[in-house]
């Protein structure tokens, strides 16, 4: 099948969306994952596709959340496990290097200013989501839309950020 266009590979990911989170949220246990999850797994799938032909698209996009949902279930059983063996005041220093650090700030300006460009409604539903925490669920309350309408406005934000994240490199 052909998904190397952004609208088939768009209406393929939310004629599945669905089905995809309900398919995550037992390897999670919550929702709100494996929401998170999907909207992961599309833009990796959004980057996969567009480079060759899937025999199978629909398939390959459900793998893609079981593998991200896994990992982030072993992510977090490791993380439950390290808080309870060690004390904070064993933890080393997480700090990046100032090369680090620069780069980071100037990614951080980019997507700020990505962030502007956007309509009000689009990036509240980014800055939301991205920033705050919040699921499409809420998300879509607080605006006053559907959940689905929450999901698109966040994927375009997201993409507007991409690219010109993309576009500075």
Excluded: W
Aim: aromatic share 4%.
């Amino acid at each position: 099948m052909n998904v190397k266009s952004d609208k088939a590979k768009l209406e393929l990911f939310v004629a599945h969306r669905k089905a995809l989170i309900d398919y995550a949220k037992p390897i999670l246990g919550c929702r709100a994952r494996a929401e998170d999850v999907v909207q992961e797994a599309y833009l990796r799938f959004d980057g996969i596709a567009a480079d060759r032909r899937l025999d199978e698209p629909v398939g390959f996009l459900f793998r893609i959340v079981r593998n991200l949902a896994l990992d982030l279930s072993r992510r977090l059983g490791r993380e439950g496990r390290l808080h309870t063996q060690v004390e904070s005041d064993d933890i080393a220093a997480d700090r990046p290097s100032p090369e680090a650090e620069a780069l980071h700030r100037d990614q951080l300006q980019a997507v700020l200013q990505a962030l502007d460009e956007l309509p009000e409604r689009t990036r509240e539903a980014v800055r939301m989501h991205r920033l705050d925490g919040y699921t499409l669920t809420q998300i879509a309350a607080h605006l006053g839309i559907s959940v689905g309408t929450a999901h698109s406005l966040v994927m375009d934000g997201v993409e507007h950020c991409r690219r010109r994240l993309r576009a500075r490199s």
